[in-house]
């Protein structure tokens, strides 16, 4: 989840929190304010009830009964039990009708009524004195128009509730967006900062708080991490400049020496021994050099209309130099039909050397087998196969091989430095191609490249 919709959620969560307190809050004080009242009116009701029954003298009995009908009215199911001896037959008939509990009759003081709620109906006990008489009045009633009205006041908080959750939501997720913004923002623009790209900067907000700090701190990182890459490109590059030019010297002279005449055997051998190591160890340095210009510095690219045919036969060429005893095939069946799919913007050195460190490794670990190299093209892009007899590779390390330095771990037997894959993986990449790999050990393995044709 992101904290974008982290803080939408924790934001609505609180708020439901509270929300739902206060609506409990008011139910609670609501429902006590209207029970309390007609607790009153029906304490009032049976007092008079009360007064009546002592009252010996009948017509004034008659004067209580039409008071409480002219001012004061029934209320809805009103009930009223009046109770002269508490121990007598009727009172116990009266109670155990009522299935009120013990507590309700304990409460019952001269001054104190009891009140009870049970199934809708309201309860209220009371003792009413005059002179040495007195009487129990147990009265009852249903206050409909209460009830009515906390439901309704619980029907329009639950509706309420669900209403401001969802304007809750709403407005968390667009504040939180809005909070986010200026994150996203840096977030977008690190991730287009790469290798070959590390001079751009992040473009601080102007303001003076935590993003714009962030942003700056960003940059100082970069600016680090420009000069580190800067040293280490150049170190890499100079070193390479100077390893070639001795290894063309001496691929040339063992090319002079094998044309002297009456050489003995032996030493037309050496020559040959020098001659492909100095071209290997070439092809190494071309192979870091390019790595450190494809990994650090794209501006020094040159890029050309190519062929992606032609390149291949110029891979062919330089692999033949390096390994003569190759079987590489070129298999030109599936050339597409429109030769515009062959042709592609990019650089003829650096795919070059992608291609011929692809197929040399194809001829290297299958101990010179059988290489095919196909080429075709689909919709987008010019595809060549190349395709290898040889040891494989292990399934939980194919997703490694692209990594500087890493070799698969059946790779004992066969000299490398694990550079020709990631190199050859960052020039297709920078010309917005990819490469698939299929393998089994032990079987072979495939690799697939696509390169956007024009
Ligand atoms: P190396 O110099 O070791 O060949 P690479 O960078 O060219 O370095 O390749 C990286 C690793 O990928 C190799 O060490 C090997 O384990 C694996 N690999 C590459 N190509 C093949 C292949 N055709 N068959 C089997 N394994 C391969």
Not at 156 to 172: A, C, D, E, P, Q
Not at 341 to 346: D, F, Q, V
Not at 389 to 409: K, L, M, T, Y
Request: with cysteine; hydrophobic share 40%.
């Amino acid at each position: 989840m992101t904290i974008q919709n982290k803080i939408a959620l924790i934001f609505t969560v609180l708020s439901a929190g509270i929300i739902l307190a206060l609506s409990i809050y008011i139910y609670i004080f609501a429902s006590e304010s209207i029970s309390g009242s007609f607790y009153h009116r029906l304490e009032v009701r049976a007092g008079i009830v009360g007064h009546a029954a002592l009252e010996e003298n009948k017509s004034k009995t008659s004067v209580y009964y039409d008071f409480k009908e002219k001012h004061l009215g029934d209320l809805p199911f009103e009930n009223h039990h009046v109770i002269h001896n508490v121990n007598s037959a009727r009172a116990g008939n009266i109670k155990s009708s009522l299935h009120l509990p013990e507590s309700f009759y304990s409460q019952i003081r001269f001054d104190t009524p009891a009140r009870f709620f049970r199934s809708d109906t309201s309860y209220v006990g009371m003792k009413i004195a005059k002179g040495d008489k007195n009487v129990l009045v147990l009265s009852t009633a249903v206050d409909v128009f209460g009830l009515a009205e906390m439901e309704n006041l619980k029907n329009l908080l639950v509706t309420g509730f669900l209403i401001s959750m969802f304007f809750v939501f709403t407005f968390g997720k667009l504040f939180s967006a809005q909070i986010f913004r200026p994150i996203r923002l840096i977030i977008r623009n690190v991730k287009g900062i790469n290798a070959h790209n590390l001079h751009q900067r992040l473009v601080p907000n102007g303001s003076n708080d935590d993003i714009s700090d962030l942003s700056k701190t960003f940059n100082d990182m970069l600016d680090r991490l420009e000069i580190t890459f800067e040293v280490q490109n150049n170190f890499v590059s100079n070193a390479s400049h100077e390893l070639k030019t001795p290894l063309t010297v001496i691929s040339g002279e063992a090319q002079i020496g094998l044309s002297i005449p009456g050489l003995p055997q032996n030493a037309i051998d050496s020559f040959h021994t020098i001659y492909r190591e100095s071209e290997r160890l070439e092809h190494l340095t071309n192979s870091m050099l390019s790595l450190a210009q494809t990994g650090f510095d794209g501006k020094k690219e040159q890029w050309e209309e190519l062929r992606i045919d032609e390149l291949i036969l110029d891979v062919k060429e330089a692999v033949d130099k390096i390994i003569p005893s190759n079987h590489v095939a070129i298999n030109f069946d599936h050339l597409p039909d429109d030769d515009q799919k062959l042709i592609l913007n990019g650089n003829k050195t650096l795919l070059k050397a992608a291609f011929s460190n692809i197929v040399l490794n194809s001829c290297k670990y299958s101990d010179n087998k059988p290489v095919t190299v196909i080429i075709k093209a689909d919709h987008t892009y010019a595809i060549v196969e190349i395709t290898d007899e040889g040891i494989g590779i292990p399934d939980r390390e194919i997703n490694q091989i692209f990594v500087p330095f890493f070799r698969a771990s059946n790779t004992e037997k066969y000299k490398g430095y694990g550079i020709g894959l990631p190199l050859a993986h960052n020039i297709i990449r920078m010309h917005q191609g990819k490469v698939d790999v299929h393998s089994r050990v032990d079987e072979g393995t495939r690799f697939v490249t696509y390169l956007p044709f024009k």
